[in-house]
C-alpha cells in the first residue's frame, strides 16, 4: 500500500470519508478524514495489533501492513462510528471471520486545561503561562486548544453570558493513544492575543487571522498603525465619496472580496489623487495579491503602477520591461471590477474568469507607529 493512497469509506451512519493507513515510526497509523478535511488519526504499536492472534508471528509493521493491505484495497473493510469514537474493523479472511478493529476516539476527554483557564482568582499573565507550558508539554494538542478558547472567546464576545457557562470538553493529554487533530488554528496566534497583542484587523469583515498571517511575510506589520479609511460595507457604494475618502493619502493596503467569496487586492506607498482622465503611477513598492491562492504578484521581471480616474474605481497594474501588454486588478465601481491578464498565473486571481462581483471593499493606511 502507497503511503499516499487515500481510499474512500462510508460509514455505518451514511457519512462519507477519506481512509490512510501506513508505517509511522514502527507504528500503524490509520488517519479518517471527514469532508471538512477535519483528521482524526490513530497510532498503533506492534504490541498492541499482537493482542490479535493472527499477527502474533509478525515482527515489524510492515508485515503487519502486507497483510491488511490487500484486503483494504479491496474494500473489506467496515467503518461503524457513534459520537464518541470510530471503530474500523479489516476483514482478513472472510472464510473463517478473521477481522481486526481500531477503535479512534472523536472525542477530546483528558487534561482540563479550559477549566483552569477559566478560573476568575488567575491573572492573565498566568493564563499565558499556563497555555504556554501546555503547548510546550503537548505540541500535537495545540490546534485542541486554540478551537475551545475561540469558542469560549467567541461566546463571551457575543454576550452569552460568564464564560463558565460554556459547555466545555477537557483537552487531551499527549500521552493519550487514539485522538482527534484539529489543524485549523495556530497556537502561538492564540498565544500572542491572549498577551494582549490585537490582531491589526480584528474589526475587518474580509480579512481573517489567517490571512493576516499571509499578509504578514509580505509587510511587515510590526510596530504599524492600520487606519481603515474605507470599507463598502461602512460607507457604502457611492463613489465620489470613496474617492473623497481615500485621496491623498499614501501606504494604502485594498483588500477585495467578491461575491463568490474569492479575496485579493493590492499595496502601494503612492498616493491616489483626484483625475478627470486617467492617471498612471509607478511604484516599485506596489504589489498584487491573493488570499485565497497565498499568491504575492511582484517580480524582477514587471513594474508595477497603480491607476486612478474619477468616473472609475481603482487599479492595482504590471506590465513587463518592453512589454506594453498590462495586467490589471480594476474595480470598474463599488460594485463590480475586472482582471485583466496575459497568459500567466495572474489569470488564476479570479479562477480565470475576467469580471466578478464586488461584496465588500477595505482600504486600510499603514502608518509606523
Not at 140 to 155: A, F, G, P, R, T
Not at 227 to 254: C, Q, R
Not at 266 to 288: P, Y
Amino acid at each position: 500500500m502507497s503511503n499516499n493512497n487515500f481510499y474512500a469509506i462510508s460509514s455505518d451512519k451514511g457519512n462519507n470519508y477519506k481512509l490512510i493507513v501506513l508505517n509511522s515510526e514502527n507504528n500503524l497509523k490509520i488517519k479518517i478524514i471527514d469532508e471538512k478535511n477535519f483528521e482524526f488519526e490513530g497510532s498503533f504499536d506492534l504490541e498492541y495489533i499482537k493482542e490479535n492472534k493472527y499477527f502474533l508471528m509478525c515482527d515489524n509493521i510492515k508485515d503487519v501492513l502486507d497483510e491488511i493491505s490487500p484486503q483494504i484495497e479491496n474494500n473489506k473493510m467496515n467503518l461503524i462510528e457513534d459520537d464518541k469514537e470510530f471503530k474500523f474493523t479489516i476483514f482478513l479472511n472472510s472464510q473463517k471471520v478473521k477481522e481486526i478493529s481500531f477503535t479512534i476516539q472523536k472525542i477530546i476527554d483528558t487534561l482540563a486545561l479550559i477549566k483552569e483557564l477559566k478560573k476568575e482568582n488567575q491573572s492573565l499573565k498566568e493564563k499565558v503561562f499556563l497555555l504556554e507550558e501546555t503547548v510546550k508539554k503537548n505540541s500535537n494538542d495545540i490546534e485542541s486548544i486554540k478551537k475551545q478558547l475561540m469558542l469560549m472567546k467567541l461566546q463571551k464576545k457575543m454576550g452569552h453570558g460568564k464564560t463558565d457557562s460554556i459547555d466545555t470538553k477537557p483537552v487531551i493529554n499527549s500521552d493519550v493513544k487514539n485522538h482527534t487533530k484539529f489543524k485549523s488554528y495556530s497556537g502561538m496566534a492564540l498565544i500572542n492575543e491572549m498577551k494582549g497583542e490585537i490582531p491589526h484587523f480584528k474589526d475587518s469583515k474580509i480579512i481573517l487571522s489567517e490571512d493576516e498571517e499571509i499578509l504578514n511575510k509580505w509587510i511587515d506589520l510590526s510596530g504599524c498603525e492600520l487606519i481603515l479609511i474605507f470599507s463598502k460595507s461602512i460607507n457604502g457604494d457611492n463613489l465620489e465619496n470613496f474617492h473623497k475618502l481615500i485621496y491623498n493619502i499614501p501606504e494604502t493596503l485594498v483588500v477585495i472580496e467578491t461575491s463568490s467569496g474569492i479575496k485579493f487586492g493590492g499595496f502601494t506607498t503612492q498616493t491616489w489623487e483626484s483625475s478627470e482622465t486617467l492617471k498612471k503611477k509607478k511604484d516599485k513598492f506596489t504589489f498584487m495579491f491573493s488570499f485565497s491562492l497565498k499568491e504575492n504578484y511582484k517580480s524582477k521581471e514587471y513594474s508595477n503602477f497603480i491607476e486612478f480616474k474619477n468616473d472609475m474605481g481603482l487599479c492595482f497594474g504590471r506590465n513587463k520591461f518592453f512589454d506594453p501588454a498590462e495586467e490589471k486588478i480594476i474595480i470598474n465601481n463599488l460594485n463590480e471590477g475586472k482582471i485583466q491578464y496575459q497568459n500567466t498565473i495572474f489569470k488564476n486571481i479570479n479562477g480565470g474568469e475576467t469580471s466578478y462581483k464586488i461584496k465588500d471593499v477595505e482600504i486600510y493606511q499603514i502608518k509606523k507607529k
